[in-house]
């Protein structure tokens, strides 16, 4: 192998690898560090809060001056706005048909008690964890989704002036709610426990099929007709929606629109930079397997040589092959060095400007150099191989 | 391996030759291993093209040429690389060193790959050769003969089933051919092989089961 090598390296150039060295290194840093920098800088946009995604929007009809015309959705209106191409999936908001009330309190002793209602989306909407998020007939346990707003506005409106205790999402997620459902024959009470929050929603959600039951048992017959529609949107900069909305005076959270765009744009950025790096880091993989060519060419007779003596084109390629890998490790590893840097100095200024974002995990930066470090050395390996065999 | 036939073989460019009077082209043709040729033939003969189709690096000829019946068109990459490691050995009249290596480093090049002799016999060879000297020279600056030498050398250090030795003695004097003929009859016999070698003029003085003229 120590011969091979020494036959084979006759001719290598020093430029032409420094030349791929730092075109792949840029085209791989500018890849990996726009998709950090979307991960990084989207919770700034998106508000995200686990629990309702990003991407939908919610849609209701303006009530009128007096109040007393209809707000509710037919269905051939709902039909209608399935069928705009904007539109991905569309849920409706299903209200509770019966009275409910709810108190609150510790070691048994409720201290807060109201009148409130449910409603219900598509569980296919809500993003949670699942086995949470379930109704089961046989029991009396009804996992219920509050708007953070609520929290707000106990916290600082009606317990400051009461001098109740505040309360903070943890600990309103250990309180056993007592639940009271009543319909128009009957009653029942059952134990409620709020298992998230969510900035999306002005809503108390239950899972659909608790609502589904509970419908059906308390109000058999009362109309349904939602009042409000969840509408997940391929593009939420879409002028098309705007101009629907308006045409048949539809109602739109304004500032989730604007905060979906924002993400939207940030999301087309991103891409566009991954884009270009890819496009660099394709160029300089024509750069390498170039430089490869033309050193096999140049030592095109040693290479016949050492096949006629009985090498086999594996292992004749090999030195080659694992020049570019190593070429190619020490890239990566350079690009993640650069961009854990890099990121430690956009961080701080983003922890500065909203204190409260979360740190996402690097992970994905590195599986995704990864993969680009495997692709890109099964390529120079295979073109390598055939390269060398045609020696032969 | 233990036969190599030619049958009607001939190279593509005499194809329109209709003057060819010879022992080996267009003939039938039986090499047997253990024993000794000499293949003789003046210069544009097609000495080297017969060197180079049973060695499977040119396939411009007619005819078939079989290893023990099997015929050598059918052979993939990787049978040709197993044939070069342990059956067949060619020493080339162009001999087809790496200027870049000393004259030990060529001959370890294949001798690496076959682990076949030691580091000793090597030396060995070297001091009878009378090269022991030129051992860590560059073969680049070596003059011809001496090349011849290594050349030899290095297709020795792997076991074989025939040895094809083109034109080996053409810069040598007759003392150091001598030398270098008892050294390759040494090893050829020892391993049982059968020897082919070809001269278009000066050859070594042995004793040859048959003589071909090309």
């Given at each position: 192998?120590?011969?091979?090598w ?47 995604n ?16 209809t707000?509710?959705?037919s ?76 929290l ?106 604007q ?12 891409a ?10 394709a160029l300089?993989?024509?750069i ?24 086999s ?39 500065a ?8 995990s ?31 | ?78 049978d ?31 001798n ?11 030396r ?35 076991p ?28 050829a ?26």
């Amino acid at each position: 192998m120590r011969l091979v090598w020494k036959l084979l390296r006759q001719h290598i150039s020093g430029l032409q690898l420094l030349g791929f060295f730092l075109a792949n290194l840029l085209g791989m840093l500018i890849v990996l560090l726009a998709l950090q920098f979307y991960r990084d800088v989207r919770p700034v946009f998106s508000q995200d809060d686990g629990v309702i995604n990003n991407d939908y929007l919610i849609l209701s009809k303006k009530i009128s001056a007096i109040g007393f015309g209809t707000t509710s959705f037919s269905d051939s209106e709902i039909k209608e706005i399935e069928k705009q191409p904007f539109t991905k999936r569309i849920g409706t908001f299903t209200a509770s048909q019966y009275k409910v009330s709810c108190s609150m309190g510790i070691d048994g002793v409720a201290n807060f008690g109201t009148q409130m209602y449910f409603e219900s989306v598509p569980d296919n909407f809500v993003d949670t964890d699942k086995s949470q998020w379930k109704y089961d007939e046989n029991s009396d346990f009804v996992p219920i989704i509050l708007p953070r707003s609520y929290l707000t506005i106990y916290n600082f409106g009606f317990a400051q002036s009461r001098s109740l205790p505040k309360l903070s999402e943890g600990v309103i997620s250990m309180i056993d709610m007592m639940v009271i459902l009543r319909g128009d024959a009957k009653e029942r009470r059952m134990r409620g426990k709020v298992i998230g929050f969510t900035n999306r929603l002005n809503t108390i959600l239950v899972p659909e099929s608790f609502m589904q039951w509970s419908n059906q048992e308390f109000a058999p017959n009362a109309d349904i007709e939602p009042t409000r529609l969840i509408v997940e949107v391929g593009n939420p900069t879409d002028d098309r929606i705007a101009k629907f909305i308006q045409k048949h005076g539809y109602d739109i959270d304004e500032d989730k629109l604007q905060a979906g765009k924002a993400t939207y744009f940030l999301k087309v950025m991103s891409a566009i930079v991954m884009g270009v790096g890819l496009l660099i880091s394709a160029l300089s993989f024509f750069i390498l397997m170039l430089s490869i060519y033309l050193l096999v060419q140049k030592n095109t007779v040693k290479l016949q040589n050492l096949l006629l003596i009985g090498y086999s084109p594996a292992r004749v390629s090999l030195p080659y092959q694992l020049l570019t890998i190593g070429m190619n490790a020490f890239v990566l590893l350079m690009a993640l060095g650069i961009l854990y840097w890099l990121r430690s100095q956009y961080m701080e200024m983003l922890w500065a400007m909203f204190p409260s974002i979360e740190e996402t995990s690097m992970w994905p930066a590195y599986v995704l150099g990864g993969i680009l470090f495997l692709l890109v050395s099964v390529l120079n390996v295979i073109a390598i191989r055939r390269k060398v065999s045609k020696c032969f | 391996m233990n036969t190599i036939r030619l049958e009607h073989t001939f190279p593509e460019v005499f194809a329109k030759r209709s003057d060819l009077h010879s022992e080996v082209w267009q003939q039938d043709v039986t090499l047997e291993r253990g024993k000794l040729y000499l293949v003789e033939a003046s210069s544009g003969t097609g000495k080297s093209s017969l060197c180079s189709f049973i060695y499977g690096y040119r396939r411009d000829y007619q005819g078939m040429i079989s290893f023990d019946g099997a015929n050598i068109r059918n052979f993939k990459t990787k049978d040709w690389t197993n044939l070069r490691q342990r059956h067949l050995s060619l020493m080339w009249q162009e001999l087809r060193l790496f200027p870049e290596l000393t004259a030990i480093e060529n001959v370890q090049i294949k001798n690496r790959l076959t682990g076949f002799k030691g580091k000793k016999q090597i030396r060995q060879w070297f001091e009878e050769l009378g090269i022991a000297d030129k051992m860590d020279t560059k073969v680049g600056i070596m003059s011809f003969g001496q090349q011849q030498r290594v050349a030899l050398m290095r297709a020795l250090v792997q076991p074989m089933d025939f040895l094809f030795v083109d034109e080996p003695v053409s810069h040598l004097d007759d003392t150091n051919a001598r030398i270098m003929a008892d050294i390759m009859m040494e090893e050829a016999t020892r391993q049982g092989a059968g020897v082919v070698v070809t001269s278009i003029g000066k050859h070594v003085d042995l004793n040859y089961d048959k003589t071909l003229r090309l």
